[in-house]
């Protein structure tokens, strides 16, 4: 934690984030007052999920989604809480640009969704095009701006020119310069109502969707599909398509295994707040569950590295997916019945 | 995950520390900086060094004069056809005829200034790709 000022000279607190949307929401919150904390508002966005889109590439792989879509956890968690923002989109760069500058001059921190490749300050290895990273504008300074970015630990610098191109870049997901700041943010939202509908909505997300490529049904079709991939692929394709899933899983700033131990941290919250033994239980099962995925990525990575000359197979990652998409049925079934029984 | 067991393995970002959730002794979730997992770096390690080469082919094709730097410049960038042809507002498919090094030796200075912008690099740069 580092403090930093913001535009309007009030005292702004860096919290070092795992995921970069819930990250920034909670720091939009608590500069408007609002103690919350990042897994509480990943939880009543509803920000876990799973999805598999076999028909979408990117680089030659399909994609696997641990998350909700970019924009949900935010648009939903401050719908929830009772927090009105104000949104915009820009056609013209420089309107956008201008548009940044009146904001940050009224004293109001600013939200942005940004292209991460173009974001200097990151380690070349974070670098790559993807249009939905999230950060804070503090201030202006001289020919940039100061940014608080929830994936650092400490705020930085970002020249205005990697700014404009990061908020403006093209290509699939495109922000088009998209920033948020609330107008008006009640100041003692209620938590327990929220956190309820997060849960409800995460629960059907997970249960019910009728397509075999989201929530649990997404993870078993997975599963069988990297068993069956070495036949398919042969074994570098098999690799490169179990890698992109692993990268889903860790490399994005998801806090460790796919999100889920962020979403065991908000059912512990959530725990304390109704004082409920079965939100616990279900938080220690989540962790659990999360351990399973990591094992999935020791295993994964072992295939990959040794090319073949291991013991683990193919077989075993999938068998380990095949574990978590059952345990993880139960759990939000349970889920979806502690917090019908559950009161606001 | 205990808070021991976040894994320190490499100073893998450059320095950088990515956020970890983790239980701590009292059973408490909370945020645990980690220097890097050998596992992210072996899964990123395979799509690195698969763009690394690609984007080395390509430099020698176009000191072969099969491709023109346009080719190689839109690689480094990470961009496709479609990422570069709307951020320098020329169709797809004419980026894709500029990869001839015939084509691209005869474009004018305003496609090429367009070109230039949208991969940030200098017009004298776009002419020419690294010789090492």
Not at chain 1, 287 to 303: H, K, L, N, P, Q
Not at chain 2, 56 to 79: D, F, I, N
Not at chain 2, 109 to 121: G, H, I, Q
Request: proline share 5%; net charge positive; aromatic share 10%.
């Amino acid at each position: 934690m580092t403090t930093e000022v913001t535009a309007a000279g009030k005292p702004f607190i860096h919290v070092h984030s795992a995921h970069c949307e819930s990250g920034v929401t909670a720091a939009l919150f608590r500069d408007k007052g609002v103690e919350i904390s990042e897994p509480m508002i990943f939880g009543i966005g509803s920000g876990i999920f799973f999805g598999h889109l076999p028909f979408v590439k990117m680089g030659g792989v399909t994609i696997s989604t641990f998350r909700s879509q970019p924009g949900a956890v935010f648009r939903k968690s401050a719908k929830r809480l009772g927090g009105k923002f104000k949104t915009a989109r820009f056609r013209n760069p420089k309107k956008g640009m201008d548009e940044l500058r009146r904001v940050l001059g009224t004293g109001q921190i600013v939200g942005l969704t940004t292209n991460i490749y173009w974001l200097s300050y990151f380690p070349n290895r974070f670098r790559f095009q993807f249009n939905g990273h999230n950060i804070v504008v503090l201030h202006e300074i001289e020919n940039g701006f100061r940014v608080s970015d929830p994936m650092l630990e400490e705020p930085v610098d970002c020249p205005a020119e990697d700014l404009e191109r990061a908020r403006f870049a093209r290509g699939p997901l495109e922000s088009r310069g998209f920033m948020y700041y609330p107008q008006s943010v009640n100041p003692n939202p209620d938590l327990r109502a929220a956190g309820l509908q997060g849960m409800k909505d995460t629960c059907k997300m997970m249960l019910k969707i009728p397509l075999p490529i989201f929530g649990i049904r997404g993870m078993r079709y997975l599963a069988k599909k990297i068993i069956r991939s070495p036949e398919k692929l042969g074994f570098m394709g098999a690799c490169r398509e179990l890698s992109s899933v692993v990268r889903m899983q860790e490399e994005v700033g998801t806090g460790g295994a796919g999100f889920r131990y962020m979403y065991a941290a908000f059912l512990q919250e959530a725990a304390e707040l109704f004082a409920s033994k079965e939100l616990a239980r279900l938080s220690g099962e989540m962790t659990a569950i999360g351990d399973i995925w990591r094992e999935f990525a020791v295993v994964s990575a072992r295939i990959i590295k040794k090319r073949g000359q291991t013991e683990e197979t193919f077989e075993k990652a999938g068998g380990l997916m095949l574990i978590c998409a059952g345990r993880e049925e139960q759990l939000f079934k349970d889920l979806a019945k502690a917090a019908g029984k559950l009161k606001a | 995950m205990n808070v021991r067991e976040v894994p320190q393995d490499i100073t893998y970002y450059e320095g950088k520390k990515r956020a970890c959730w983790a239980l701590n002794d009292e059973g408490k979730y909370v945020i645990v900086p980690s220097s890097g997992w050998e596992v992210e770096a072996v899964v990123n390690g395979l799509a690195v060094e698969e763009m690394a080469a690609s984007l080395e082919a390509t430099r020698q094709a176009v000191l072969a004069g099969v491709k023109s730097p346009l080719c190689y410049y839109m690689e480094l960038r990470q961009m496709t056809p479609e990422i570069l042809g709307k951020t320098a507002r020329v169709a797809a498919f004419r980026v894709r005829r500029h990869f001839r090094p015939d084509v691209f030796s005869k474009l004018g200075p305003s496609v090429l200034d367009r070109y230039a912008r949208a991969l940030a690099v200098t017009l004298d740069e776009l002419k020419t790709v690294p010789q090492t």
